[in-house]
């Protein structure tokens, strides 16, 4: 199989290590990983803000730059769900539908297509997994707390692989972190009291880093851990299953 | 051929000029209902009989009532006047209770039952699930006696418990009733504050005896 | 087109905010609920199966309204109900006015009804001349305190005990400083009693409508509603077009869900079923469109229609408990006010479907599956396409997708903003940029990963 390596917009300018983590880690699984370098977004900001019709052209570049491949792969929840649920085209509706099916985010790769059943990975500290909203109840990567139904969790899957690493317990364990692509700007004051809520629970219960399948959700709260001059990292975690001593 | 049922119709609002409000509204619905999706089956939905008193009785003391389990009425008499104020106005529509208390009247000014202390009625069933005890307007004596007292006692069978609501709503059929009501427990509150608060406008406490 | 606001969702949430130990209070307060609410929900094993039956059911009713509308009607008239049609706020208003005076009825006690609300009848009353007491606690504390309900079952959550109680003291003469809940009750409790007895006129709203027996439900834990119907001579019942169920049994449906989502009790206390005028009494019905069926006329928006007022939407959304039903200036508030309101004036509540991260909670506790979430975003499509959003907003979003339609752009400007970052720093962190206000900008890395991409690896 060929994979095509999609790295979102702001993940290649802010936290190319998420990105190199990626790479290495579908590399160390075996599979043959090619990185388009023409691509850009997929154009959530735009659509977000109520500006789908804004989004024509980036949807196709991504068109032009992904078809060819059997797999889409990318290290960010929101950016997949996105492109699964409202990547179109006038011109070239096909691909785009073919792409809708194929397109999956880094953690449910690992776990529903590769099916890999042990990482060489070590990470030997306490980790707090933050649940993205899109992540969660878009893609379902994990049983969300609102349903009366059986409990799962592929990242907490992947993460019990890793030496040495320790889970903690949220009070809130599935609670939105406030970023929310154009909320976080135009409703600043909301955003950051639910930033700091989150932040406040995986401090109580006593996380060295936060990780989680999107890096929107990390930047955010990185912003108010770093403000408020906290030792706890965000760390994407691409960079945790693919940490060696 | 619901689509030129609906023309049909709708050309019959279309020809009525003097559309009043009902016929605005009417078309308006018409024109902008989407086509029509089916009900689903829901005869899935139903309870098990399992220990129906117990359950009853520990879901109706969550709630805030308390509940009896007794053998007849003369084990009602005496539970009520050990727990509650004999010499302030208790009425009643059981006739086996008339030799104590007072029989609602159907007739009487609803206004006239501001003073009493205690109704002791009787229900047509309770409900498991939830607490609740069913009652059509005839065994109320009148709408307002579930309401107004300040303390409510309703006696039920116990054969007649059903698990949960539907099996409650297959008993009361269309139901042949001016006015019935569900009754869960003594009224409550909890708008201040989320405190909770038993006794709002309605009983400050309710109490069922279980006959068995 | 026009600008947003200037009180608008955000506006009203930073200045609720500021108070962090009272939002810190009242995020609690409903976060308790929605918990309440998951353990109700976790005790019954088909409670997913009860959500798709009567998401079903609410769909075939607004795809069978007309046909429903006529039944109701029908046998409501059967049970000698007296019915009334009414196309907005002043139509209803008006109704409710004649329906009192031709009694000459000029005192009128009101259990809890949004609609009602909506229609601001108090107001409308009170002009007129008929004195209106809410009769529900929550309702009644708001009414004195001239302020609408924030939340639709919880009227004053956003209210402490100690407010509650210097409102008491002002208006019903409780002594200073008292704020116990119990004790406050009872002192309501016994001026209630007594607007009860007095009031010839009563006006409830409906949960439940059953097309199939003509019969309407009202809920409540207080027993207010029938307090105030039982004893009046003239009852008004008012009630939104989408109350409607087709037929009696699907009420074991709906009540199952209703309180365990709202609050996570089994049931509400009282679960009354009107169907005909007592002896001597007068019962009146009024459909209201108000707008729905301007809303029914919205594929994407006309599931929203399905909703039964349960709250548990309000409960969930981290936005709504951490900013309070007021701000979102609508009598609906909260994830289901801001799909609704729209549909009412678009360019008055164009913010509110911004209102919102989109996190989904809503959908997934809401009893009838409306897609609350992707309505969000689709009003957001909507609102943009008829001119509401502010024109900076515009400005800048046909930038961002020109820059990143273009490979070649997006490279030079991702270059840009991260030697920015690095190298001169205060240009993007300063008080200009709303996102430093309380949060550090990312650092800017010497190189994107493509560019470390195509050094390295091509």
């Keep these: 199989m060929n994979v095509g390596l999609f790295i979102p917009c702001y993940v290649n300018q802010f936290y190319p290590n998420a990105a190199k983590a990626t790479l290495e880690l579908l590399q160390k699984s075996g599979v043959n990983v090619v990185y388009p370098v023409k691509q850009t977004c997929c154009g959530q900001p735009m659509a977000n803000s109520g500006f789908e019709h804004l989004s024509k052209e980036c949807n196709d570049l991504f068109i032009k730059n992904f078809s060819a491949f059997d797999y889409i792969v990318g290290p960010s929840a929101s950016c997949i769900l996105h492109i699964k649920e409202h990547l179109h085209s006038d011109k070239n509706e096909e691909q785009a539908a073919a792409i809708r099916t194929k397109v999956f985010e880094l953690v449910e790769f690992l776990t529903d297509v590769l099916k890999i059943e042990k990482l060489d990975a070590v990470f030997p500290h306490k980790v707090g997994l933050h649940h993205s909203c899109h992540g969660l109840r878009g893609l379902y990567l994990s049983q969300m707390s609102e349903l009366n139904a059986p409990a799962f969790s592929k990242p907490q899957y992947l993460l019990n692989m890793v030496k040495g690493l320790e889970q903690i317990t949220l009070d809130r364990p599935d609670e939105c972190c406030g970023f929310g692509g154009v909320f976080c700007i135009s409703e600043e004051a909301v955003s950051v009291k639910m930033g700091k809520d989150r932040v406040t629970d995986h401090l109580k219960n006593g996380a060295e880093y936060i990780t989680s399948s999107d890096l929107s959700c990390l930047m955010h709260l990185e912003g108010i851990l770093h403000r408020n001059k906290s030792s706890v990292k965000v760390i994407h975690i691409a960079e945790i299953l693919n940490a060696t001593i | 051929m619901t689509f030129h049922v609906s023309r049909f119709k709708l050309r019959h609002y279309q020809n009525n000029s003097n559309m009043n409000t009902r016929e605005k509204i009417l078309e308006a619905v018409l024109k902008n209902q989407p086509p029509t999706t089916a009900l689903p089956d829901i005869t899935m939905f139903k309870g098990n009989s399992i220990d129906l008193i117990q359950k009853y009785m520990d879901i109706f003391k969550t709630i805030g009532g308390s509940s009896f389990l007794v053998d007849d009425i003369a084990a009602v008499k005496i539970l009520i006047s050990e727990n509650f104020d004999t010499a302030k106005r208790i009425v009643t529509t059981l006739p086996e209770l008339s030799d104590r208390f007072e029989l609602i009247s159907a007739a009487a000014n609803p206004r006239s039952y501001d003073d009493i202390e205690l109704a002791i009625i009787k229900a047509h069933f309770s409900v498991a699930e939830n607490g609740a005890v069913w009652l059509a307007e005839e065994v109320m004596g009148q709408r307002i006696i579930p309401y107004i007292c300040q303390h409510l006692a309703v006696i039920v069978h116990a054969e007649s418990i059903v698990p949960t609501l539907h099996e409650a709503y297959e008993k009361i059929g269309a139901g042949d009733y001016d006015f019935g009501a569900f009754i869960s427990g003594p009224s409550k509150t909890a708008d201040i504050e989320q405190a909770l608060v038993l006794g709002a406008h309605g009983p400050l406490t309710m109490t069922v005896f279980i006959l068995k | ?458």
């Design chain 3, 1 to 458: 087109m026009s600008q947003t606001k200037t009180k608008d969702h955000a506006a009203l949430a930073a200045a609720f905010i500021k108070d962090e130990e009272r939002v810190d209070w009242h995020d609690g307060a409903l976060w308790y609920i929605r918990e309440k609410r998951d353990i109700a929900a976790k005790q019954i094993p088909e409670w997913e199966e009860l959500r798709e039956a009567a998401s079903m059911i609410k769909s075939n009713v607004i795809s069978n309204l007309h046909e429903y509308l006529l039944q109701f009607e029908a046998n409501l008239k059967k049970n000698g109900v007296m019915v009334h049609w009414a196309d907005n706020a002043q139509e209803h208003n008006e109704i409710v006015y004649s329906i009192l005076k031709a009694k000459e009825i000029s005192q009128m006690v009101k259990s809890k009804s949004m609609l009602t609300e909506e229609c601001h009848l108090n107001e409308y009353l009170e002009e007129h001349g008929i004195e209106v007491i809410n009769s529900d606690l929550g309702e009644y504390i708001q009414q004195i305190d001239n302020e609408p309900p924030s939340h639709i079952v919880l009227p004053c959550i956003h209210k402490r005990k100690e407010e509650i109680g210097e409102l008491f003291h002002e208006h019903l003469g409780t002594e200073k400083g008292l704020s116990d809940p119990t004790l406050l009750t009872r002192v309501a409790r016994k001026h209630l009693r007594n607007i009860f007895l007095t009031r010839r006129g009563a006006l409830t709203g409906v949960n439940f409508a059953v097309a199939e027996t003509g019969e309407y439900v009202v809920c409540t834990n207080e027993g207010n509603a029938d307090m105030g119907a039982h004893l009046s001579e003239v009852q008004i019942a008012s009630m939104g077009l989408e109350k409607l169920i087709p037929q009696k049994k699907h009420l074991g449906i709906f009540l199952r869900l209703l309180a365990r989502s709202a609050t996570g009790q089994p049931i509400t206390i009282y679960s009354s079923h009107y169907k005909k005028p007592r002896e001597g009494q007068e019962m009146h019905l009024i459909l209201v469109d108000g707008g729905r069926t301007r809303q029914l006329g919205r594929p994407d928006f006309r599931e929203s229609l399905k909703c039964i007022k349960c709250g548990a939407c309000m409960n969930t959304c981290p936005v709504y408990r951490k900013s309070g039903g007021l701000s979102y200036h609508n009598t609906i508030s909260g994830p289901i006010g801001a799909i609704l309101a729209p549909n009412l004036d678009m360019e008055k509540h164009a913010d509110l479907p911004y209102a919102s991260t989109l996190c989904g909670s809503c959908s997934n506790v809401c009893p009838v599956k409306i897609n609350i979430h992707e309505q969000l975003y689709k009003w957001r499509q909507v609102i943009v396409k008829e001119g509401y959003a502010a024109n900076t907003k515009a400005l800048g979003m046909k930038t961002m997708a020109w820059t990143l339609s273009s490979p070649g752009k997006f490279t030079t400007a991702g270059k840009a903003g991260r030697w920015f970052l690095h190298n001169i720093p205060f240009v993007v962190n300063n008080k200009f940029n709303p996102w430093y206000k309380q949060r550090d900008m990312p650092e800017g890395p010497r190189e994107s990963f493509a560019e470390w991409f195509i050094k390295n690896k091509e």
